[in-house]
């Protein structure tokens, strides 16, 4: 049995003023799962991804991460700096994680951090970059740069670290057709090298292709269905459920291969 990664026990959150947008949430995810967060707008996906990545911290029940409770008080100096070193998360808006004067800055920044020496980082941004294809952004400023290619740069300083755990919040949102493959080729080498991939997304096509397991949020912010995602693409009425298909559709045109 593969180590637990997360374990979230009646887990509630709600922002200041507002209801909650996470209520009761228990799930467990072991370590090289693959898992896709699905549901409609505003159902807390987010929300429930940052508390994964250690920037929220739920109101009421447990949060586990590695067998270890995360709460505020103990998240502090060395063990957010580790946790953060483990668990990669890009955000959904992508201006949210950008905020250096160049590329090259932006994917050296954590290994900065962490203390690896310029050369090693110098080499990694070699490598990365040109897996990213953004070897000719590397010295404009990330505010100049389209939604996509921003995008590409928030995984790449999040992959240049090697994190065990992948949080990516709707990773496709505003990549071009060839990039979307070129992402989900990446998923799926990261997973096929024993990463714990955990993405909230709208897109149904990404779904079969890097997820094995599904959580659907109702738009009561309570999960509706943990299940195989073969499962989930059998269920017409689940998949209008959570908004992944609308009204129109009748049969699912999916017939898709193991990868
Ligand atoms: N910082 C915040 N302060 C107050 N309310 C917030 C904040 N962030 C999110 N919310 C609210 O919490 C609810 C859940 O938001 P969240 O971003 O988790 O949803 P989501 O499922 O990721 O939606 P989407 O599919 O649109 O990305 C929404 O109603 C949102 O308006
Ligand atoms: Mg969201």
């Known amino acids: ?129 040109s897996i990213l294809d953004i070897e000719k952004l590397l010295e404009k400023p990330p505010f100049h740069l389209s939604g996509g290619e921003k995008k590409k740069v928030a995984i790449g300083s999040v992959l240049i670290l090697n994190p ?14 060839r990039s979307q493959t070129w992402l989900l080729h990446l998923l799926q080498s990261l997973g096929k090298a024993g990463k714990t991939l955990i993405f909230a997304t709208h897109d149904l096509d990404l779904v079969p292709h890097v997820s094995d397991r599904a959580i659907l949020f109702d738009e009561d912010h309570t999960i509706a269905a943990d299940l195989p995602v073969k499962t989930l693409l059998k269920d017409p009425k689940l998949l209008k459920q959570v908004n992944l298909v609308d009204e129109h559709y009748h049969t699912h045109p999916w017939d898709f291969q193991e990868d």
């Open 164 to 177: 065990d755990v992948l949080v990516l919040d709707e990773p496709a949102s505003s990549l071009d057709p």
């Open 1 to 129: 049995m593969n180590q637990t990664v997360f374990k979230l026990d009646e887990v509630s959150y709600a922002y200041p003023q507002s209801e909650p947008v996470l209520s009761n949430i228990s799930l467990e995810i072991v370590a090289g799962e693959r898992l896709s967060i699905l549901g409609a707008n505003g159902c807390g996906k987010s929300t429930l991804l940052k508390i994964l990545a250690g920037l929220l911290f739920p109101q009421s029940g447990t949060f586990t991460a590695f067998g270890k409770k995360v709460e505020r008080e103990h998240f502090k100096g060395n063990l957010s700096t580790v946790y953060h070193r483990r668990i990669g998360f890009v955000f959904q808006d992508s201006e949210a994680q950008l905020f250096c004067s160049t590329v090259y800055e932006e994917l050296a920044f954590g290994p900065l951090q962490f203390g690896l020496p310029k050369d090693t980082i110098r080499k990694r941004i070699d490598e990365l970059s």
